[in-house]
Every structure is written in structure tokens, then in C-alpha cells.
């Protein structure tokens, strides 16, 4: 039976660009190859997720315009059921505006209209759908408050709960949010909860020690083209290298990742090989452009594990 994962979280249309290098403040630069592109990061994970092999259910927002309607439409054609995915009326979709250099390197704003709306109540009133789930994924592109909701909801009846604290909030994250089972941050989101810069293995496991200091059960430090570092419940510390590829597009790598980690760890699989699986899907998101579009299947994670 392939594991049920819920994930709480965001919707996002990518409105993309590429350029040789991303622009300095106040420089304007000449963008090609626009493209309007389905992601966010919930949404991202649990097409991920459903890719890789799970039932994914998504609870969130999209507003009543026709990016909402292609939102949903792109979710369900990858699989994840889209019932609890709600329409805000008098709210624009979420968007992104994404610049993506010649190196598959990427900034990214975030607008988050309907995700701003999802509340506490919606996940109350769907409190079955996450006590029935084996995993659930949450980030940080919708509320805080309704984040805690489901994590709370999750703890209560023994879910696994997943959080990828991204985009990570320079002033640290509640303690609500902290107390998960696994936490998966990338360098840059470590560096913002702990104020350790992450730039190599020592400091990435004085990073992921300080992460379980402030709640997390478990730790998988993305790291990039070095992989990743897993900190176990046991404070066992592993580093999990990645395989190299062919980078086009880094947008949604983290998403692919994290998901690849639910799936393995929802079948069973410890750590570290959760954390590898995780990364190999990572990396395989790297070499396609856009979100959604590249998140990988689980024959091709299979294959490039081999
Ligand atoms: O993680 C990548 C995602 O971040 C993009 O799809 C964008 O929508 C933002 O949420």
C-alpha cells in the first residue's frame, strides 16, 4: 500500500525569466524565455510526492482567477487529490516572480495572496484528513498559526511531521513550529534559525545539533552538490553525498528533495537512505527547468540511484 501524505501548504504561479546573471538593486537587465509556470512549495512537494509514489492529499488556497483554475487543474493531473485545495473569493492566486542566470541559479519573490488566507479553521474542519495521513509535509508560505494548527493536529495522533522551513524567517521560528520530527532545511534557511553560517560539514552539524536543541526530532541539512548531512534522534551525525548532474534550474530542487524524503521515510526506510533517495530526486529537479514541470517520477530516481 503506497503511504498517504498530506501536505498543508502553498500554491504558486511561477512567472519565470531567464538571464546570464541576476540583476544588481536598481540595474535593469534584458530577461527571454518568459514563462508562466505551476509551482509553490507545497504544491511543489506534493506533485513531488504523488511522483514519487505516495497519495498525496493538499489542503490550501488558491483564489478564483484563472490561475487558481490552472493551479488546481496541474495538481490533479499529477496525481494529488485536490478537494481540500479551497477558493478565496475577493483573493488573487499566489505568484511568484522568479529569475533564473545562466548557471541554474535562482531568485525568487513570493506573493502570497490565497496562501495568506488558509486559517486555523480549515485545517480544523479537515483534522480527519491529517490524523488518517502517515506523513504530514508543511512549509512556510502560509500562515504561521495554521501551520501550528496542523502540526498540532499531526502530534496528536502520531503523524510524522515534516517541516521544510523555507523561506526561513530572519527571526526564528516558534517553538510550535520547532517541536517536529524532522526538520529539512537548506544552508541559507540553517543560517537564518540558527545564525551559524552552513559552509561546510562541521558547520552544517553544529547547525542541525542546534536545530534539535530548538525542538526538531531529526535533522537533514541540505547542502547542495555536497549532499546532505542526516542528525538522527539519536544525535548520530551522517553526511550523504550527492551524485552529480547536468544543472539547469535549481527552482523547486529543495521541494523534490524534502518530498523524496517523506516518500522513503513513509515506506520504512531509515535515515540516511531516505536522505539519499531525497537527494537523488533533488538533483534530478535540477536538471529540468521550471518547478512542477521538474519534479521527478519514481522510476527515474530509481534509475538514477542505480
Ligand atoms: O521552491 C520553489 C518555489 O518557491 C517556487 O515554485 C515558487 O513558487 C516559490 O514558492
Known amino acids: 500500500m503506497p503511504p498517504q501524505i498530506v501536505v498543508v501548504g502553498s ?124 506523513a504530514l509535509m508543511i512549509q512556510l508560505e502560509t500562515p504561521v498559526e495554521t501551520i501550528a494548527a496542523a502540526i498540532e493536529i499531526a502530534r496528536g495522533s502520531g503523524v510524522r511531521t515534516i517541516l521544510d522551513p523555507a523561506p526561513a524567517p530572519s527571526t526564528g521560528l516558534p517553538p510550535e513550529l520547532m517541536s517536529v520530527d524532522l526538520i529539512s532545511p537548506n544552508q541559507t534557511e540553517a543560517e537564518a534559525l540558527t545564525g551559524i553560517a552552513v559552509k561546510d560539514l562541521p558547520s552544517a552539524e553544529l547547525a542541525a545539533r542546534q536545530l534539535q536543541q530548538n525542538g526538531a526530532a531529526e535533522v537533514v541539512l541540505k547542502l547542495g552538490e555536497l549532499g546532505s548531512l542526516v542528525c538522527d534522534a539519536a544525535g548520530r551525525v551522517q553526511h550523504v553525498p550527492a551524485r552529480s548532474a547536468t544543472i539547469v534550474d535549481t527552482t523547486a530542487a529543495g521541494d523534490a528533495f524534502t518530498a523524496g ?46
Do not use: W, Y
Open 11 to 134: 500554491m504558486n504561479m511561477d512567472l519565470v525569466a531567464h538571464m546570464t546573471r541576476l540583476p544588481r538593486p536598481g540595474e535593469t537587465l534584458h530577461g527571454s524565455d518568459f514563462q508562466t509556470i505551476p509551482g509553490g512549495k507545497g504544491a511543489n512537494q506534493a506533485v513531488a510526492a504523488a511522483r514519487l509514489g505516495a497519495r498525496v492529499t493538499l489542503i490550501g488556497r488558491v483564489g478564483n482567477d484563472s490561475f487558481g483554475n490552472t493551479l488546481r487543474q496541474t495538481l490533479s493531473e499529477s496525481g494529488v487529490e485536490v478537494k481540500h485545495v479551497l477558493i478565496s473569493p475577493d483573493c488573487s492566486s499566489g505568484v511568484a516572480l522568479i529569475s533564473v542566470d545562466a548557471t541554474g541559479a535562482n531568485s525568487i519573490v513570493v506573493v502570497a495572496g490565497a496562501n495568506g488566507q488558509l486559517s486555523p479553521a480549515d485545517i480544523h474542519e479537515r483534522a480527519d484528513v491529517i490524523r488518517a495521513a502517515d
Open 261 to 306: 524524503l517523506a516518500v522513503a521515510l513513509s515506506e520504512g526506510q531509515p535515515l540516511a537512505e531516505a536522505a539519499r533517495f531525497g537527494g537523488a530526486a533533488g538533483t534530478l529537479a535540477c536538471t529540468v527547468f521550471g518547478a512542477q514541470p521538474a519534479m521527478p517520477t519514481r522510476a527515474a530516481v530509481e534509475q538514477f540511484l542505480q
